[in-house]
């Protein structure tokens, strides 16, 4: 594997163009990596919740608990 700093020193190497494609190439591979990671979380929600270990609660409480996080966050 190599460092970051070999990486930005390769990257240095390519054309603006080249650049551009890269940096869109790795947030299309970033925006894919998070939706897997949102999708297993949902399906270790639902398996929870069929388990019995999550209960039903008001959307109220869950958008504030949402927005708590959120502000929490900042």
């Known amino acids: 594997m190599i460092s970051i700093e070999q990486a ?3 990257v240095n190497q390519l054309t603006l163009e080249q ?3 890269l ?3 790795i947030k299309n591979q970033l925006i894919e990596a ?3 990671e949102i999708a297993e979380d949902a399906q270790k929600a639902i398996a929870a919740f069929h388990q019995g270990k999550l209960q039903p609660q008001p959307v109220e409480t ?3 608990a949402l927005e708590a ?3 929490d966050n900042l």
């Open 8 to 10: 930005l020193l390769t």
């Open 19 to 21: 650049k551009q494609i």
């Open 23 to 25: 940096l869109d190439i």
């Open 34 to 36: 998070r939706r897997q």
């Open 62 to 64: 869950i958008i504030s």
């Open 69 to 71: 996080t959120l502000t």
